[in-house]
Each structure stands twice: as C-alpha cells, then as structure tokens.
C-alpha cells in the first residue's frame, strides 16, 4: 500500500501531514476526515510493518510517557466519577499514538518541510489581517475567542521555529531557505499582534537554542549571529509599530505584582497570582488524587463560597498554569507525568539534535524546540485544555519522535539490510 515511495498514496500522505497542523487551527469540520485517513495509514502500518513498530520503540521517550498520561487520566476520571466528556481533549493522544505512525511511511520531506512553514505563515496572515483590516486590538485567530489569544500566540510561534530551523540547513537551496525566514517572520509578526507575554518570553530562548544548535551542527556561526540580529530587529521593529500596546502589557507586569492581595486581586496578572493561591490550596488539600479532570474551577468556586478566595476568579476553569493543573487535577502523581512527558521528550530530542544527518537532526530540533516552548509557556498558562495547542503537540512530539526513531534504525542497519 504505502511501500513505494513515488506512489501517489505517499504523495497524499505527506500532503495530509503537512495540512494537520493548518487543520488544527481553522473551524472547518472537514479536518477530521484528514486525522481519518492518517489515522487508517498508521494502524495499518502499525499491523504491517515492523519497521514501524522498530520506530516506536526507538522512541520510547516520548511514546511511553503519552500512552501513560492517557492511561493516567482515563484512571483519574473514572475514580472521580467524571463525567466522560471531560476527558475528549485528553482521549486524543491515543489516536495521535496512531497517527504517528503514519510518519513513517515513505514521505515526501519537502511538502513537510514547507508545509509547516507555510502554516505559520498563513497564520501570521490572519493575524495580520484581523489587526490591520477588521482593527482587532489583540488578535486571536479564527479558532480561538480573546481569551484563546495566548495559545494562538504560542501555535504560530511553535512552527515559526520550525521554519527557522529549516531556514538555517546547510543543505537546502538559497530559495527555500530565504522562503523558509521570510514564513518565519510572518509567523513572528503576526504573534506579536497577538500581545501575549508568555509565549513571546519563552519564544526568545528557545530561539536562541535553534539558532546555536543549528550553528554549532553546521560550523556557520557568522550565519547564525546574523540571523539572531534580524530576529532581535525584527521582532523590536515590529512591536514599536503596535503603537506600545506590547511593551505596555509587559510594563504592567511589575505594578500588578506589586500590588496583589487577596483583597486586591483584580487584572491579568493579580487574577493569575490568585488562581496560583487557589491552586496550592488544592494541592494541599488532595495531595495525592487531585481533585478530578477540569474540576479546578468547582473547587475554586467552593472556596469562594467560603470566602477563602477572592471573587476575581470564579471564572476561571483552568489556573493558568499546567504544572499546577496537572498537581492539582491529577494530585503530585499527575505532576510527575506531567514532567516526565516533558522531560522525556527533552531527553530524547536533545539527544539527537546535534545528528550529523539532517534527516535526524532538522525533526529533532523541531520536536525539541516545540517540547521547550510548550514547557516554558506552560508556567504561565494552559497549553493542553484548548483542543488546538493540545492536537499540535501530540501530533507533532509523537509523529517527529517516530520519524526520528525511523531514520535512528535504518541508519545503524547495515548497508544492504532492510
């Protein structure tokens, strides 16, 4: 079925994982049908191929500690008596286990590659649009409502560091990698216009590490000093057009911090540093259950009830943290997964981020780099309870981690061997 690599199913293959992540951040119902067909494409291959299950194995890193946070979770709420529609989003890893085997099927690279760059750019696109042409103040995409702004912000920056990651291979013609910086920048722009401070904070190290593990594996360090200078420039140029609005929000950081109280607990920032409170509050309470899937926003509403914790809050479902989400829902057992599905990712991705083969290297960058935005952001917001942020990263982590763990075996196969 998907054996020869100049079939057309391996054209509509890659073409199908190259729309997934567009797919994610647009309204249209017909993405399922999308998710289907790879869907299919990896069971089968998962059944036929042990090269595929060879690959899932290799990247046990990051596969064990998905399939445990499903198995987690599903345990959690059916020892809370949840109601099952709470665990939809979570219960998605499972097919994307699936999906990710689809992965390795022979793939046309290059529809990936500018695939995923062009979705940020399209991305940046919109967002361009909504702040120039409908005069949207804080854009936030066409998938998301305002308060879906932060993880709008962090998707488009997830793949504007993929694109820059390919930007810099030595091994792509002139054209595609100044097409590549210019997608990247389009992404990075239309973030901006999305004015939220934690993506755009942690974007700026993760960045950094791209540029320096992509300097380091090609020895171009004068190629990568200049490409840390057009993204500082650029990213200054761009927010000084937004009329202040982005450095105003990150100026009114310190003043709310420095004026919160559990009587004064009104603003973005007051409202988090409240939401955090409640939230250690819980994990003191049910250190070692939690409180139940998504059940955050009850126990806060109970406490407000109580007149432990400020009304500011009621809300709020989610604490704007997932380190504290995932200790207070899952207790500190839930904590714990949550650290190993980012730490192992990490792990394994860092591992193999300086390959000497670009087919190893350039997937292990960009899972590596999504890992560590996701992770980063993760302090200051919920990246996993929206079903957008939530379907990137397992598709990405998962399908990247395979692919890698694919071209880990078959290049230490002897030559000849299949």
């Not at 890193?61 to 979570?90: Q, Y």
């Not at 239309?190 to 993506?199: D, I, K, V």
């Not at 989400?325 to 190993?340: F, H, Q, R, S």
């Not at 300086?354 to 087919?359: K, L, S, Y």
């Amino acid at each position: 079925m998907l054996e020869n690599s100049n079939s057309w199913r391996t054209w509509i293959v890659s073409l199908l994982i190259a729309l997934m992540p567009l797919a994610f951040a647009v309204p249209i119902n017909a993405k399922a049908v999308v998710a289907l067909v790879l869907f299919a494409a990896g069971l089968w291959l998962l059944i036929r191929r042990a090269e595929t299950r060879r690959a899932f194995r290799r990247a046990a890193w990051v596969v064990g500690p998905a399939a445990l946070a499903f198995a987690f979770w599903l345990v959690n709420v059916l020892s809370h008596g949840v109601e099952m529609r709470e665990f939809d989003v979570t219960s998605h890893i499972l097919a994307y286990l699936v999906i990710a085997a689809s992965f390795t099927a022979p793939l046309r690279t290059p529809v990936l590659r500018i695939g995923f760059s062009a979705t940020a750019a399209v991305l940046g696109g919109i967002c361009l649009e909504q702040h120039y042409v409908e005069g949207i103040d804080r854009v936030y995409g066409i998938n998301n409502g305002l308060w879906g702004a932060i993880e709008f912000g962090m998707y488009i920056l997830v793949l504007s560091l993929v694109a820059v990651a390919q930007a810099l291979r030595s091994d792509l013609r002139r054209g595609e990698r100044i097409l590549h910086g210019v997608f990247a920048l389009l992404g990075l722009y239309g973030a901006l216009l999305t004015q939220s401070r934690g993506p755009l904070l942690a974007f700026v190290p993760v960045f950094i590490l791209v540029v320096l593990i992509q300097s380091k594996r090609t020895g171009r360090w004068r190629e990568g000093l200049i490409c840390l200078a057009v993204g500082v420039v650029g990213a200054i140029a761009a927010a000084t057009t937004l009329h202040g609005e982005v450095f105003n929000r990150f100026a009114a950081v310190q003043e709310e911090v420095s004026t919160y109280s559990e009587q004064d607990a009104t603003g973005a920032v007051r409202e988090r540093l409240e939401m955090w409170r409640t939230a250690s509050m819980a994990v003191r309470d049910h250190p070692l259950s939690g409180v139940g899937l998504n059940q955050f926003g009850s126990y806060a509403r109970a406490r407000i009830a109580e007149g432990k914790v400020n009304a500011t809050v009621e809300r709020y479902d989610h604490p704007h943290s997932e380190y504290l989400e995932w200790a207070v829902t899952g207790g500190l057992p839930g904590l714990a997964v949550l650290l190993l599905l980012f730490g192992g990712a990490i792990a394994f991705f860092g591992r193999h981020a300086f390959h000497r083969e670009n087919a190893i290297a350039i997937p292990a960058i960009a899972g590596l780099s999504t890992v560590c935005m996701y992770a980063l952001c993760g302090f200051t917001d919920n990246v996993f309870y929206r079903a957008m942020p939530h379907s990137l990263y397992f598709f990405l982590t998962l399908g990247l981690a395979v692919y890698v763990g694919l071209m880990l075996n078959r290049a230490a196969r002897p030559a000849g061997v299949r």
